[in-house]
């Protein structure tokens, strides 16, 4: 299950997310959902409001070199692949 929660703060972050505009060029390909008990496996994110209750906390940078992931935002759920 891939439970996110989004920080401000880059040093709070598990992980720095970078959001690539070509699916060839990412690690990870993945699809945010709007309900939680649908987010399975890793490629599938629901993001939540509370630090508490997510599996990985994330920080989006704008370089590219600066993150640990690159992904690619899916428009359909049987397209996204990948894990951390």
């Known amino acids: 299950m891939a439970i996110i929660y989004?920080?401000?703060k880059e040093y709070r972050a598990d992980l720095k997310v970078y959001e690539e505009k070509h699916e060839y060029r990412a690690d990870?390909?993945?699809y945010i959902e709007d309900q939680k008990y649908k987010a399975k496996g890793d490629c599938v994110w629901y993001?939540?409001?509370q630090k508490h209750r997510a599996d990985k906390t994330i920080y989006w940078v704008n370089q590219k070199h600066k993150a640990d992931l690159k992904?690619?935002?899916q428009k359909h759920k049987y397209k996204a692949k990948g894990n951390f």
């Open 6 to 8: 989004v920080t401000n």
């Open 28 to 30: 990870m390909s993945v």
């Open 47 to 49: 993001i939540t409001n």
């Open 71 to 73: 992904v690619y935002i």
